[in-house]
Protein backbone atom coordinates (compact mmCIF):
# COMPACT_ATOMS: atom_id res chain seq x y z
CA UNK A 1 0.00 0.00 0.00
CA UNK A 2 1.36 3.06 -0.79
CA UNK A 3 1.22 5.70 1.52
CA UNK A 4 1.04 9.91 -0.16
CA UNK A 5 2.22 12.28 2.80
CA UNK A 6 -0.09 14.78 3.26
CA UNK A 7 1.67 18.32 2.37
CA UNK A 8 1.64 20.57 5.70
CA UNK A 9 0.41 24.25 4.81
CA UNK A 10 1.40 26.70 7.89
CA UNK A 11 -2.35 28.49 9.05
CA UNK A 12 -2.68 32.18 7.47
CA UNK A 13 -1.91 34.75 10.38
CA UNK A 14 -4.84 36.82 10.53
CA UNK A 15 -3.85 40.39 10.17
CA UNK A 16 -4.87 42.13 13.48
CA UNK A 17 -5.39 45.74 12.87
CA UNK A 18 -3.12 47.80 14.98
CA UNK A 19 -4.34 50.12 17.11
CA UNK A 20 -4.08 54.11 16.75
CA UNK A 21 -2.67 55.11 20.28
CA UNK A 22 -1.67 58.30 22.03
CA UNK A 23 1.04 58.55 24.82
CA UNK A 24 -0.24 60.34 28.41
CA UNK A 25 1.44 60.51 31.33
CA UNK A 26 -0.54 59.93 34.74
CA UNK A 27 0.83 61.30 38.05
CA UNK A 28 4.32 60.94 36.26
CA UNK A 29 4.27 57.43 34.70
CA UNK A 30 3.48 57.21 30.47
CA UNK A 31 1.22 55.31 29.11
CA UNK A 32 0.46 54.03 25.96
CA UNK A 33 -3.42 54.21 25.50
CA UNK A 34 -6.08 53.99 22.43
CA UNK A 35 -6.80 56.90 20.95
CA UNK A 36 -10.67 58.75 21.52
CA UNK A 37 -11.31 57.80 24.94
CA UNK A 38 -12.22 60.03 27.55
CA UNK A 39 -9.44 60.85 30.66
CA UNK A 40 -11.64 58.10 32.90
CA UNK A 41 -11.39 54.81 30.53
CA UNK A 42 -7.56 56.35 29.35
CA UNK A 43 -6.79 55.89 33.17
CA UNK A 44 -8.57 52.53 33.37
CA UNK A 45 -7.10 51.18 30.18
CA UNK A 46 -3.48 51.75 31.87
CA UNK A 47 -4.84 49.70 34.49
CA UNK A 48 -5.37 51.89 36.97
CA UNK A 49 -8.49 50.83 39.38
CA UNK A 50 -10.86 53.69 40.25
CA UNK A 51 -12.25 53.60 43.95
CA UNK A 52 -12.90 57.26 44.34
CA UNK A 53 -13.61 60.05 42.11
CA UNK A 54 -15.74 58.41 40.06
CA UNK A 55 -19.59 58.05 39.77
CA UNK A 56 -21.97 58.49 37.30
CA UNK A 57 -19.75 58.60 34.11
CA UNK A 58 -22.43 61.12 32.30
CA UNK A 59 -21.47 64.44 33.55
CA UNK A 60 -24.00 64.92 36.50
CA UNK A 61 -22.88 63.73 39.76
CA UNK A 62 -19.61 66.10 39.75
CA UNK A 63 -17.06 63.35 41.18
CA UNK A 64 -14.32 63.28 38.68
CA UNK A 65 -12.97 66.75 38.85
CA UNK A 66 -9.23 66.71 36.85
CA UNK A 67 -6.54 68.64 36.59
CA UNK A 68 -4.89 68.07 33.12
CA UNK A 69 -1.48 69.99 31.02
CA UNK A 70 -1.74 69.86 26.81
CA UNK A 71 1.83 69.08 25.45
CA UNK A 72 3.68 72.09 25.00
CA UNK A 73 1.54 74.61 27.47
CA UNK A 74 2.27 75.43 31.05
CA UNK A 75 -1.15 76.26 32.16
CA UNK A 76 -3.15 74.12 33.72
CA UNK A 77 -6.29 72.95 32.65
CA UNK A 78 -9.31 71.21 34.07
CA UNK A 79 -12.46 69.50 33.63
CA UNK A 80 -14.77 66.57 33.95
CA UNK A 81 -12.68 63.16 33.34
CA UNK A 82 -15.51 61.40 32.52
CA UNK A 83 -16.04 63.99 29.39
CA UNK A 84 -12.96 65.26 28.45
CA UNK A 85 -11.07 63.47 25.50
CA UNK A 86 -7.55 62.84 26.01
CA UNK A 87 -4.86 64.12 23.86
CA UNK A 88 -1.40 63.27 22.68
CA UNK A 89 1.38 64.73 25.22
CA UNK A 90 -1.04 65.07 28.00
CA UNK A 91 -0.14 65.12 32.01
CA UNK A 92 -2.61 64.28 33.80
CA UNK A 93 -3.19 64.48 37.87
CA UNK A 94 -5.72 63.72 39.90
CA UNK A 95 -6.98 65.14 43.30
CA UNK A 96 -9.85 63.96 45.03
CA UNK A 97 -11.93 66.84 45.44
CA UNK A 98 -11.97 70.64 45.57
CA UNK A 99 -10.87 71.66 49.45
CA UNK A 100 -13.10 74.63 49.02
CA UNK A 101 -13.95 75.68 52.73
CA UNK A 102 -17.79 74.51 53.90
CA UNK A 103 -19.53 76.39 56.59
CA UNK A 104 -21.78 74.69 58.95
CA UNK A 105 -24.84 75.80 60.20
CA UNK A 106 -28.20 75.16 61.29
CA UNK A 107 -31.21 76.33 58.16
CA UNK A 108 -33.90 76.29 60.62
CA UNK A 109 -31.77 79.37 62.73
CA UNK A 110 -31.02 81.66 59.65
CA UNK A 111 -32.65 84.11 57.85
CA UNK A 112 -33.26 84.13 54.30
CA UNK A 113 -31.48 87.23 53.52
CA UNK A 114 -28.86 88.80 51.78
CA UNK A 115 -27.37 89.66 54.99
CA UNK A 116 -26.90 85.49 55.83
CA UNK A 117 -25.31 85.13 52.55
CA UNK A 118 -22.72 87.24 53.20
CA UNK A 119 -22.34 86.25 56.60
CA UNK A 120 -21.27 82.99 55.81
CA UNK A 121 -19.49 83.84 52.70
CA UNK A 122 -17.89 87.99 52.88
CA UNK A 123 -15.86 86.60 50.11
CA UNK A 124 -18.81 87.61 47.87
CA UNK A 125 -17.38 91.45 47.85
CA UNK A 126 -14.54 90.92 46.05
CA UNK A 127 -16.02 89.25 43.07
CA UNK A 128 -14.87 91.15 40.01
CA UNK A 129 -16.98 90.05 37.56
CA UNK A 130 -14.51 87.92 35.51
CA UNK A 131 -17.28 85.45 34.28
CA UNK A 132 -14.13 82.39 34.33
CA UNK A 133 -16.64 80.88 36.55
CA UNK A 134 -19.32 80.24 34.53
CA UNK A 135 -16.19 79.71 31.16
CA UNK A 136 -15.32 77.05 33.15
CA UNK A 137 -18.82 75.28 34.20
CA UNK A 138 -19.59 72.32 32.49
CA UNK A 139 -23.26 72.23 33.14
CA UNK A 140 -23.22 75.58 30.87
CA UNK A 141 -24.59 77.82 34.24
CA UNK A 142 -24.41 81.25 34.47
CA UNK A 143 -22.31 81.35 37.78
CA UNK A 144 -21.19 84.90 37.68
CA UNK A 145 -24.98 85.91 37.30
CA UNK A 146 -26.23 83.88 40.36
CA UNK A 147 -23.17 85.26 42.32
CA UNK A 148 -24.43 88.49 41.96
CA UNK A 149 -27.86 87.66 43.07
CA UNK A 150 -26.62 86.45 46.45
CA UNK A 151 -25.01 89.94 46.45
CA UNK A 152 -28.17 91.12 46.05
CA UNK A 153 -30.10 89.18 48.03
CA UNK A 154 -31.95 87.79 45.40
CA UNK A 155 -32.37 84.12 46.77
CA UNK A 156 -35.11 82.94 44.03
CA UNK A 157 -33.06 83.88 40.79
CA UNK A 158 -29.81 82.59 42.75
CA UNK A 159 -31.64 79.42 43.39
CA UNK A 160 -33.14 79.15 40.11
CA UNK A 161 -30.14 79.46 38.55
CA UNK A 162 -27.75 77.47 40.62
CA UNK A 163 -30.38 74.67 40.31
CA UNK A 164 -28.34 72.26 38.02
CA UNK A 165 -25.30 72.45 40.17
CA UNK A 166 -23.34 69.17 39.97
CA UNK A 167 -20.69 70.63 42.93
CA UNK A 168 -17.40 69.56 41.35
CA UNK A 169 -15.48 72.48 42.04
CA UNK A 170 -14.29 73.92 39.03
CA UNK A 171 -15.71 76.95 39.24
CA UNK A 172 -13.39 77.53 42.44
CA UNK A 173 -10.25 76.41 40.79
CA UNK A 174 -10.60 79.49 38.55
CA UNK A 175 -11.84 82.35 40.93
CA UNK A 176 -9.63 84.61 41.64
CA UNK A 177 -11.69 86.30 44.40
CA UNK A 178 -11.75 82.36 45.82
CA UNK A 179 -15.24 82.14 46.12
CA UNK A 180 -16.98 78.57 46.72
CA UNK A 181 -19.59 79.39 44.15
CA UNK A 182 -21.48 75.70 44.68
CA UNK A 183 -21.56 75.85 48.42
CA UNK A 184 -23.32 79.37 47.32
CA UNK A 185 -25.69 77.92 45.41
CA UNK A 186 -26.10 75.51 48.56
CA UNK A 187 -27.18 77.54 51.05
CA UNK A 188 -29.56 79.52 48.93
CA UNK A 189 -31.48 76.72 47.68
CA UNK A 190 -31.61 75.40 51.32
CA UNK A 191 -32.71 79.14 52.57
CA UNK A 192 -35.11 79.33 49.55
CA UNK A 193 -36.17 76.00 50.10
CA UNK A 194 -36.96 76.30 54.06
CA UNK A 195 -37.92 79.96 54.57
CA UNK A 196 -39.39 81.13 51.43
CA UNK A 197 -40.94 78.79 48.93
CA UNK A 198 -44.80 77.81 50.31
CA UNK A 199 -45.03 74.22 52.25
CA UNK A 200 -46.08 71.42 50.31
CA UNK A 201 -49.83 70.76 51.07
CA UNK A 202 -49.99 67.03 51.00
CA UNK A 203 -46.32 66.81 52.60
CA UNK A 204 -47.48 66.37 56.24
CA UNK A 205 -50.63 64.00 55.27
CA UNK A 206 -48.29 61.73 53.14
CA UNK A 207 -46.00 61.61 56.39
CA UNK A 208 -49.04 60.49 58.65
CA UNK A 209 -50.00 58.31 56.26
CA UNK A 210 -46.81 55.94 56.32
CA UNK A 211 -46.63 56.56 60.36
CA UNK A 212 -49.84 54.96 61.05
CA UNK A 213 -49.22 51.78 58.30
CA UNK A 214 -51.61 52.90 55.66
CA UNK A 215 -49.36 51.57 53.37
CA UNK A 216 -47.75 48.65 55.10
CA UNK A 217 -50.63 46.05 53.68
CA UNK A 218 -50.03 47.05 49.91
CA UNK A 219 -46.18 46.70 50.30
CA UNK A 220 -46.78 43.54 51.54
CA UNK A 221 -48.94 42.54 48.23
CA UNK A 222 -46.15 43.76 46.64
CA UNK A 223 -43.14 41.96 48.12
CA UNK A 224 -44.95 38.79 47.91
CA UNK A 225 -44.92 39.32 43.80
CA UNK A 226 -42.63 37.69 41.55
CA UNK A 227 -40.09 39.91 39.12
CA UNK A 228 -42.77 39.26 36.14
CA UNK A 229 -45.60 40.26 37.92
CA UNK A 230 -44.16 43.69 39.48
CA UNK A 231 -42.82 44.44 36.05
CA UNK A 232 -46.06 44.26 34.65
CA UNK A 233 -48.04 46.55 37.54
CA UNK A 234 -45.26 48.95 36.87
CA UNK A 235 -45.46 49.55 33.18
CA UNK A 236 -49.44 49.72 33.45
CA UNK A 237 -49.02 52.20 36.74
CA UNK A 238 -51.34 55.65 36.23
CA UNK A 239 -49.22 58.48 35.96
CA UNK A 240 -51.07 61.84 37.55
CA UNK A 241 -50.64 64.88 35.10
CA UNK A 242 -49.38 67.76 36.05
CA UNK A 243 -52.26 69.63 35.29
CA UNK A 244 -54.66 67.47 36.96
CA UNK A 245 -55.78 68.10 40.71
CA UNK A 246 -55.41 64.68 42.66
CA UNK A 247 -57.85 65.01 45.87
CA UNK A 248 -55.58 63.95 48.53
CA UNK A 249 -56.55 60.79 51.02
CA UNK A 250 -57.77 61.36 54.50
CA UNK A 251 -55.02 60.82 56.95
CA UNK A 252 -57.24 59.21 59.91
CA UNK A 253 -57.11 55.82 58.48
CA UNK A 254 -60.06 55.77 56.02
CA UNK A 255 -58.93 53.86 53.15
CA UNK A 256 -62.28 54.62 51.21
Given amino acids: MALQQK ?26 VPTGLTILKAMESAGYRLVRG ?8 GACATVYRKAGDFRLQVGLACQTGIEDGMFL ?7 APKPVYNIHELSAS ?19 CAKV ?47 VGM ?23 IKTGYFEEELDKFCRMDKATLQRFYSQRVIESEEEDVPLRKSNGDKD
Fill in 187 to 209: LARRLYGSHVLPKAAHLHTRLEE
Fill in 7 to 32: KLTKPKKKEVPLIETVRISIMGKNHD
Fill in 54 to 61: VGCRGGFC
Fill in 93 to 99: AQIPFYP
Fill in 137 to 183: CPQGLEVMRYIAAAQQGDLKRLAELSFDCISCGLCVSRCPAEIAHYH
Fill in 114 to 132: AETMFRFFPELVRCIQCNT
